[in-house]
């Protein structure tokens, strides 16, 4: 049974950084697209970064220059490292994989994708 399991969330100032990991049990063979998605209160779950089984990543425009996405299959482990976080960077982060691709069928809510239990990022102005 495939779990993702999230950490590092937490509390921090505007201007700080946080690194998240998400560790991945009980896989049968390697995702092909990883990612992290966020979701704030009141608002729709938006992509947060991807990344392929090539290296390929792909980032949300606000996010672009501040984040970066990384994955250590070694560790089977996917990271997400956060700097010059905003206020508006608050809320809840999840983790998700999928043994498809990270394009158009990413997006297809018929398509399975895993998703892990979130954990929460809080940035005080």
Excluded: H
């Excluded at 998240?20 to 009980?26: D, R």
């Excluded at 508006?88 to 394009?103: L, N, S, V």
């Amino acid at each position: 049974q495939v779990q993702l399991v999230e950490s590092g969330g937490g509390s921090v100032q505007a201007g700080g950084s946080l690194r998240l990991s998400c560790a991945a049990f009980g896989y049968s063979y390697t995702f092909y697209c990883m990612g992290w998605f966020r979701q704030a209160p009141g608002k729709e779950r938006e992509e947060v970064a991807v990344i392929d089984t090539t290296g390929w990543t792909r980032y949300a425009d606000s996010m672009k220059g501040r984040f970066t996405i990384s994955q250590d299959y070694a560790k089977n482990t996917l990271y997400l490292q956060m700097n010059s976080l905003k206020a508006e960077d608050t809320a809840m982060y999840y983790c998700a994989a999928a043994y498809f691709g990270c394009g158009g069928g990413w997006y297809d809510p018929s398509r399975d994708k895993y998703w892990g239990q979130g954990t929460q990022v809080t940035v005080s102005s």
